[in-house]
Nanobody, 130 residues
């Protein structure tokens, strides 16, 4: 059974940091890319960052470049999202999702469209206070 379990969400002040974790199981880790998405109240779910577990290549949307860092740990089947210099507009439920890694290369390394992802976690709440 495929499972993605997020953790690490919390309430933090603006300028602070959080590290989100995504524990993956039930599939061959290297055969998938992992994306982080977020959904604020009343807004659509949007992609934030993705990583190919095949070669470690990453992508970030402009709004988080230089502040967020995605990484993976093959030994633990984990993907992390380090979030620094957090802003109130980063407040959202954050989800990790898994897509077959070939989609990463078909999309030229930009894999942040939700329909591309087959598996989703339950989400973790990140709240940034001003």
């Amino acid at each position: 059974e495929v499972q993605l379990v997020e953790s690490g969400g919390d309430l933090v002040q603006a300028g602070g940091s959080l590290r989100l974790s995504c524990a993956a199981s039930g599939f061959i880790f290297d055969d998938y890319s992992i994306g982080w998405f977020r959904q604020a109240p009343g807004k659509e779910r949007k992609g934030v960052s993705s990583i190919s577990n095949r070669d470690g290549s990453t992508y970030y949307v402009d709004s988080v470049k230089g502040r967020f860092t995605i990484s993976n740990d093959h030994a633990k089947n984990m993907v992390y999202l380090q979030m620094d210099s957090l802003k109130p507009e980063d407040t959202a439920v954050y989800y990790c999702a898994a897509a077959p890694v070939y989609r990463h290369y078909i999309r030229g390394g930009v894999l942040l469209q939700a329909p591309e992802y087959a598996y989703w976690g339950q989400g973790t709440q990140v709240t940034v206070s001003s």
